[in-house]
């Protein structure tokens, strides 16, 4: 039993889930799967998690796909997802199913992606403790390591410099970074494009940032969604750290298994 869960009513739900006919299992990576570290390249899965993962992935009518803010090509390589697993980068912008990449940015838009960057990178070579990541679809601004009074200055920098360099540019904050993209996709969006390639008739999801409240949000009666730490959520449930999810996605995956 899921020892670590403080949220009784979840116990039945996932029961009920691992019925569905067809299942989707969606889950973010950093701070979901994967404890924060300070370099974003060092991290890894929780094994027990990760157990769990392939464990479900095996199961038959089950697909499980990461859904992450990473670009694609970094989450592939911090996961080590196997082949065959579906991968979503970049908040959704960024596709690898059925092992084909599909990255759908217009010349227009690379073109706006690398403005911003540019921009950016002036306002990273004024704070040294902060790191610009660019990405496919956008860029990252990311402030762990620096205090609260520089991040706050770095973002408000960010955020001018880039609106500068592209007055569409959008703009969304996460836990110590803010993201630049020139395209609206969210996880919510990749979610429901993804139940419905698959026929899914439930879908899990698991997050932990503010990001993961797009994929909230598209949730039906019956799926299940589960906040990783704290803060404001539309998730119906609630566990208190990675490790915490590492039981619930056991429960899931033994449930899976031998139904
Ligand atoms: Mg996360």
């Known amino acids: 039993m899921p020892d670590q869960t403080t949220d009784s009513g979840l116990v039945p739900a996932l029961e009920t889930l691992a019925a569905a006919p067809r ?6 990576f950093d701070g979901t ?3 924060f ?3 974003p390249s060092q991290v890894g899965a929780l094994p027990g998690s990760w157990a769990a993962v392939l464990t479900l992935q095996r199961a038959r009518d089950t697909e499980v796909v990461l859904v992450s803010g990473r670009p694609l090509g970094s989450l592939a390589e911090v996961s080590h997802a196997p082949e065959g697993m579906a991968l979503i980068g970049s908040h959704g912008v960024e596709w690898r199913v059925d092992g084909h990449d599909a990255d759908a940015l217009t010349p227009d838009e690379t073109a706006r992606v690398a403005r911003i960057g540019a921009a950016l990178d002036e306002v990273g070579d004024r704070h040294p403790g902060v790191v610009i990541e660019h ?10 390591r620096v205090g609260a009074e520089e991040a706050a200055a770095t973002n408000a920098e960010a955020s001018r410099a880039a609106h500068d360099a592209d007055p569409d540019v959008l703009e969304r904050g996460g836990k110590d970074i803010l993201e630049f993209a020139v395209r609206h ?14 026929g899914a008739d439930a879908v899990f999801f698991a997050g932990d940032d503010v990001t993961d409240e797009d994929a909230f ?3 039906h009666d019956g799926d299940v969604g589960v906040k990783v730490g704290e803060g404001d959520t539309l ?4 566990v208190a750290d990675p490790g915490a999810l590492t039981d619930v996605l056991k429960q ?8």
């Open 135 to 144: 990405k496919p679809a956008g860029h990252g601004v990311h402030t762990r």
């Open 33 to 35: 799967l994967a404890p």
């Open 37 to 39: 570290a300070d370099d």
């Open 185 to 198: 996709v969210t996880k919510g969006d990749a979610i429901e494009r993804l139940r419905a390639l698959r």
């Open 252 to 259: 899931l995956a033994r449930a899976r298994a031998t139904r």
């Open 217 to 219: 949000r598209v949730l």
């Open 23 to 28: 299942l989707l299992v969606a889950l973010d």
């Open 235 to 238: 998730a119906t449930h609630r």
